[in-house]
T-cell receptor, first 114, second 111 residues
């Protein structure tokens, strides 16, 4: 049973560029949340997708956007990259049908902006 | 916004010692979660708590959901070298909306 899969694992981008990160949730999960984890910090909530819609958003600018597809997979897009966007981006999934038992996290995408 | 205060920031202990860490919040949560993160990996769920006052164990780990719903603690008994890592508390609500994470406790175990 595959867990949460994220791609790519590492990425280097230049300031001002755009990036797309991808996530496949754990089998049986229909909700995807994205987190940003700066070095030495805890994960910070970006947004959550359910039924192909963004249903809750953290304190992140509009440069951060996302999408959820009918197969529950998700993308995180970041436009006009800043040096401060360098971080580990974590995707987490859970199921709405069962009681919340905590997220299952992927191993993350390490984004470096130079 | 909601914030979790996790303490201590780091701990250096000898193998075999017991460890205690805690998490407090100004907000009420319906769910408290404890995760462990190893280098290069995503956080892995250790214990989930759903009811105020609940005390739950998972092997050598024990966690409690505070009566006020604003705090939780995690104890690790008889620590071993593989306990090294970063431990995060997280507060959540019904349906898994916007779970908030603490800044983590970094645990170092000396053999």
């Amino acid at each position: 049973d595959a867990g949460v899969t994220q791609s790519p694992t590492h990425l280097i981008k230049t300031r001002g560029q755009q990036v797309t990160l991808r996530c496949s949730p754990k089998s049986g999960h229909d909700t995807v949340s994205w987190y940003q984890q700066a070095l030495g910090q805890g994960p910070q909530f970006i947004f959550q997708y359910y039924e192909e819609e963004e249903r809750q958003r953290g304190n992140f600018p509009d440069r951060f956007s996302g999408h959820q597809f009918p197969n529950y997979s998700s993308e995180l897009n970041v436009n006009a990259l800043l040096l401060g966007d360098s971080a580990l981006y974590l995707c987490a999934s859970n199921s709405q049908e069962s009681s919340f038992r905590g997220y299952t996290f992927g191993s993350g995408t390490r984004l470096t902006v130079v | 916004g909601q914030q979790l205060n996790q303490s201590p920031q780091s701990m250096f202990i000898q193998e075999g010692e017991d460890v205690s860490m805690n998490c407090t919040s100004s907000s009420i949560f319906n769910t408290w979660l404890w995760y462990k993160q190893d280098p290069g990996e995503g956080p892995v769920l250790l214990i989930a708590l759903y009811k105020a006052g609940e005390l739950t164990s998972n092997g050598r780990l024990t966690a409690q959901f505070g009566i006020t719903r604003k705090d939780s603690f995690l104890n690790i008994s008889a620590s071993i070298p593989s306990d090294v890592g970063i431990y995060f508390c997280a507060g959540g609500n019904t349906g898994g909306f916007k779970t908030i994470f603490g800044a983590g406790t970094r645990l170092f175990v000396k053999a």
